[in-house]
């Protein structure tokens, strides 16, 4: 059986960083175009871009005319929906009124899980930011693994490039 629904969740991808966030909504646009639908979850991080304002100051690469918001509105008008996750209004100091006009609506976490977890007609795509848990800068080192390159030797332990 093939999937007909796709949803997407972005999960602190950065705003600060547009590199990360062409994809996303490149294959969101792609998705709707074939005809799947296609929910866009933003939370945590991500979802300062449902908030007005913040994705028309952000490009996917620099010196493009293209802003991400441009990419947003290119998805939607494909048939792409859009979420924010509850917590984020108050993360980031939101109301419903701030939210971009694609923005569909609000979710909650447990809506999030009900639909992956019980639509057997569903195929998920997560974007986020990745970190390292573990050396060099111990257990709770939270450096994006971008940032720096991390190899490990014969012996098994770790340094960075």
Known sequence: MVASKLIIVMVNTDPRNGEELGAPFFQATVAAAMDYEVDVICTATAGQLMKKGVAERLVVKPGSPK???????????????????????????????????????????????????????????????????????????????????????????????
Not at 109 to 128: P, R
């Open 67 to 161: 802003t991400v918001y441009d990419f947003i509105k290119d998805a939607h008008e494909a048939g792409a929906k859009f979420y924010c996750c509850s917590p984020n209004l108050d993360l980031f100091d939101m109301t419903e009124d701030d939210l971009i006009p694609e923005c569909e609506g609000i979710v909650g976490g447990a809506k999030v899980i009900e639909e992956i977890m019980e639509n057997d007609d569903a195929k998920v795509l997560t974007y986020s930011r990745s970190f390292s848990w573990s050396a060099p800068g111990g257990l709770f080192d939270r450096t994006p693994t971008n940032q720096r390159s991390v190899y490990r030797s014969a012996g098994g332990s770790a340094g960075e490039a």
